[in-house]
């Protein structure tokens, strides 16, 4: 099976992982669900709002390969890491702050307010060094840390 996980994106929703495991008869967010209930998609992440009723799934994009690597016995395309922290180097970039926007396609988010929101609500923080301009077009640092301590917490285990 070729599987085509994008690169850019190191979290995806759970309408891509939908789409892309339609080829093996998974074709439904509970089915999905399950699969990241009992393990079989081992990291993945409720990105929500704190106070929010729905869950907002995204699944790091090897636990995917891997996934659909043990369907049809083929070596994995992206290798699995071994645990949460490796797993965080791949998906934030090395750099101490970056742009809402830019975190916003990490976490693969089709909306960069949720993001504005998240740091409104302070389960992310701006970095103060970095001042937000005025105008639409601009938008705030977020920490690293601030980032990576928010994808700690919100691992579906």
Not at 78 to 85: E, V, Y
Not at 111 to 119: E, F, M, N, T
């Amino acid at each position: 099976m070729d599987l085509r996980i994008p690169q850019e994106c190191p979290l995806l929703p759970v309408k891509a992982v939908i789409c892309l495991l339609s080829r093996c008869g998974v074709v439904s967010g509970e089915d999905v669900t399950e699969l990241i209930d009992n393990g079989r998609l081992e990291f993945a992440f409720d990105l929500r709002r704190p106070g929010a009723g729905h869950a907002l799934p995204v699944v790091w994009r090897g636990s995917l390969a891997d996934y659909m690597s043990s369907q049809d016995g083929r070596t994995a395309i992206l290798n699995g890491a071994s645990g949460l922290d490796e797993v965080i180097e791949d998906v934030l970039p090395d750099e101490h702050s970056f742009r809402c926007v830019r975190l916003k396609t990490l976490f693969g988010f089709c909306d960069r307010k949720h993001v504005i929101r998240l740091i409104a609500d302070g389960a992310l923080a701006a970095d103060p060094a970095r001042p937000v301009g005025r105008g639409p077009a601009q938008s705030p640092w977020v920490t690293r840390a601030s980032a990576a301590q928010f994808l700690r917490d919100r691992r579906i285990v």
